[in-house]
């Protein structure tokens, strides 16, 4: 792994931004991996299509938090037609990394979280985070 | 005689054990519907597999694990556009069509069906497309119904009339008859049963490896194939169904990597296709598989089916020639895939494969695991040489001599 | 510290994958307990089939066939005689661990097994010896019961007066447990079980690769273990089962090669063990097991036991030093097998292991098939480092060295 | 296959010796191969422990009716512990060549047929002869 990037996702971890608790979200959702026991809920405040706040709660290893931290704070102020165009790929922009099969899951658990909380999923797909 | 087909010893050279000497002469390989030969790059991938990324897959974070869940999940790919299925959820990797039509037996067929509904099968399948039905009619009760077969080794489409009607909840036959060669004509039969509402499963074993098999423009439900037979390993089978019949579909077995989360009391399943994968799956099998597969498609399917009807073609004219011989199956080389069944007058099939394996050829006799087929042609046993890309038509030539051979040995 | 254990650096120059370089550091494979590597000479044993005996077995007359048929049957042999086994027949070639305890609970169990009886089975099971009896429950209506495991990772014997009764019908557990590397006192286990007349399954996927395994000594009735978890292939494992009862049990999958005569109407069955191998199996596969069984059978399997008890024994007392790990199962070597699972403090699993794959050192990280044990001990998830005869004292202080650093760059 | 050999079983086969009903028969024993329809039927007259008549009847491969043929001229006179001691050893001698699986299965019909209809089988052993 990138050292850098490596250090970035270690302070995230343990630092981790926009984590807690809204007051009165709009939408609340967790997603779990029971693979590993990984756990991420996404609360959301949605005001015409556009999420005004957000926040992250969970816990696991380092690039579910990390990575569900990161996404709080990329979706913060966007409408639900931008969350929809994120992906795999966006994430591990984010991230800074490339992922192998395993550790996609742990990657992608805050996107799922968030996309079924905003706007339901029909079947998710691992290889495309969408 | 029709002029002998073209020469391809370029795939020839691809196979090892075409270099094999039987009793010091060349070996000559008429076995492929029960087996077919292993050209060198399918040997390699899974050699190099285990010396370079062995593992276990799913699930593990360390590289190995990682290149080795990527290989095995990119073969199942490559299952998928070989015969264009929709999704790569709906390939399953099981160990051969055997397994493959239990899963569709214990899995789906026990869950949907009740005492009384039928099962339409016919007159000239496998044993692996007939005793899970018969294990099934033990265990539930379900009818079986048999669409049976002309002396010219059809099936007797005027009986579907009588044999379909809606207590038919599923039809199951052969997509090409491994004994008579017949190219069954599957648009019609699926049209016909779907019409009755009744669901339709493909035993591919001897077409998918042969010709070209898309199972959308088939509007197929179900199929299974082998590995083995088709230049790929042992050890590795598929079972496609539709996304939605699989889904709504309990396991068939239990374990590892087909859950989701499991506690004493309760489970819940994991995804398809894992759903139907319990245990640690054939890796290195499905690699192969996998390599098999791209060693095909570059061929291409149509370029493999031409050349095994020329061969079919010249063989057939071949047998015409050789008084006593009794072929089974159509006399035409465009209805059938590339074998040939027969037996020779007062030469029992034991004696032929003999007298043949002494010229290094390798022909199969038996029942050819079709014993309901056998007795309903009155014989217990028949001879069958079949041909794959790598034959050519010299080897159609040594067989026509061994035959006759045979018959001045044994024949009186 | 005690001091390592001694080099055997002859065994690890038989496996070529310990060649490979993992981000140009040389590989540190701890993954065994998932799937083993394999020697230069199994992956030779089966390259050398394909390249110059494959065909299909039984019934062939042809020479290839009449190769492969005894080189499969020659690989049971070995099975039989490597577990003691008192007959070749009892020796039946699956896929793996999984499909055999599969066959165990549709064939001997579903037939044998009423609504309200009990398969009495352990809290540390493996999903594969948990989740087919969780199916056989909901198919016919069995009671589970769960011998419960102590905080040091044994199985809670006193609880077995109350667990034991003439309800129970089987009690099936694995002999070592793939997590807490507890050794678990089956000989014991198997008499009580006797006792209240209630038959015994091992799940030996643990056990007969890394340990002389004598079935007629344990007195056992059933055993499974998987191939690709001692230097085998991947895609064939054992069922094994005492003759007579194989013998009263129905079959398993239907197809070819399970059946003697084979109509319309009705099915007889085979002899053993050709009852329950339906279809074409694993046939390199077996062939592969065969040589692998040589190696380890010439290595010698006390020895190699040994081998792990004193890597266990120095992995130990290395990782009790580690400020923050939390050891699972039993503390002292001589109750376990090669096997150290652990959690650390502050630290997820996975990024211990991420952590240590980027020093080329392959462990697993997750719940290992063992959910309910997990829950157990509270913990969602572990990671573990397991051993085989190809490790050395060196790897162990790698990995101590990666934990460290692990909790370095992670623990807070 | 030795020239010799198949020669000779060619000739059991075309001309064989001892094909045909005895009168009346103490044992009469039928045996099968479903693999590939052979049949073989061995017809007895013991008497004090010892064969005073043999006969068979059946069809199937050259190497199944011929074996059975040269069986029945070998056992012929026998005793009943004479016929116990046959193996598929004997029965590979007889017919002069080596039998790979499959092919065992026809040479030995006779011998399984003869075994049962003389003093019964518990279990047999194809490898074996016994
Ligand atoms: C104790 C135990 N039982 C069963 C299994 C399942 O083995 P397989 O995946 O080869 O079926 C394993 C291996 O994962 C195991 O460790
Ligand atoms: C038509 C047909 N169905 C099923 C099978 C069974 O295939 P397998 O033995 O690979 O399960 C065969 C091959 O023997 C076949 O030819």
């Known amino acids: ?130 | 005689m029709a002029s002998p087909p073209v020469d391809q010893s370029g795939w020839r050279a691809d196979f090892p054990i075409l270099q094999r000497k039987i009793h010091d002469m060349p070996l000559i390989y008429l076995d492929s519907a029960a087996s077919t030969q292993k050209p060198q790059r399918v040997l390699d991938a899974m050699t190099s597999f285990y010396a370079q990324h062995n593992s276990n897959v799913h699930r593990g974070i360390h590289t190995l694990s990682e290149e080795a869940t990527t290989a095995y999940e990119a073969a199942r790919d490559k299952v998928t556009s070989f015969i264009n299925a929709s999704s790569r959820q709906e390939v399953v990797f099981t160990r051969n069509t055997t397994e493959s039509i239990n899963l569709l037996a214990q899995s789906w067929a026990r869950a949907n069906l009740r005492g009384g509904d039928v099962v339409l099968l016919s007159e000239m399948e496998h044993h692996a497309n007939l005793v899970p039905w018969q294990l099934l009619r033990q265990q539930i009760g379900i009818e079986l119904r048999f669409i049976p077969v002309t002396d010219e080794g059809r099936l007797e489409l005027e009986a579907l009339d009588a044999l379909l009607d809606e207590r038919v909840k599923l039809l199951s036959v052969a997509h090409v008859s491994n004994v008579l060669g017949t190219i069954n004509p599957v648009e019609l039969l699926i049209a016909r049963a779907h019409g009755v509402g009744a669901r339709v499963h493909l035993d591919a074993a001897q077409s998918v490896p042969h010709m070209p098999v898309d199972v959308q423009a088939l509007n197929v439900d179900f199929l299974s194939f082998s590995g083995h037979k088709m230049c790929g390993p042992t050890g590795i089978g598929i079972f496609w169904g539709r996304k939605a019949l699989l889904n709504a579909m309990p396991p068939f077995l239990g374990g590892g990597d087909m859950i989701s989360v499991v506690t004493l009391d309760e489970v819940t399943w994991a995804d398809l296709p894992h759903k139907f994968e319990a245990g640690t799956p054939s890796i290195a099998e499905a690699i192969g598989l996998g390599a098999a597969i791209d060693y095909l498609s570059e061929i291409g399917m149509a370029t493999i089916h031409g050349h095994e009807q020329a061969l079919t073609a010249y063989a057939l004219e071949a047998c015409a020639q050789i008084d006593g011989l009794q072929l089974l199956g159509p006399s035409s080389a465009n209805e059938r895939a590339g074998l040939l069944t027969f037996t020779l007058d007062g030469v029992h099939p034991h004696d032929i494969a003999a007298t043949l394996d002494e010229r290094a050829i390798a022909i199969r006799a038996g029942h050819h695991c079709a014993q309901p087929l056998h007795a309903r042609f009155g014989i217990p046993a028949s001879a069958r040489a079949s041909f794959y890309l790598y034959n050519e038509a010299w080897e159609i030539d040594a067989l026509v001599e061994g035959l006759e051979e045979a018959q001045r040995l044994y024949a009186f």
């Open chain 1, 1 to 130: 792994m990138d050292p850098l990037a490596r250090e970035t996702i270690i302070d995230y971890y343990r630092n981790p931004r926009n984590k807690g608790h809204l007051d009165a979200p709009t939408v609340s959702h967790e997603e779990k991996n029971p693979t590993c026991g990984d756990v991420v809920t996404i609360e959301l405040m949605i005001e015409d299509g556009v999420i005004q706040d957000v926040r992250f709660d969970g816990h696991g290893c380092s690039i579910s938090q990390a990575a569900a931290s990161m996404l709080t704070e990329r979706v913060m102020g966007q409408s639900l037609a931008d969350v929809q165009a994120l992906d795999k790929e966006a994430v591990m922009e984010m991230l800074g990394i490339e992922l192998g099969p395993a550790r996609l899951k742990c990657a992608l658990l805050g996107l799922k979280a968030l996309k079924v909380g905003a706007y339901g999923l029909e079947s998710w797909d691992w290889q495309r985070g969408s």
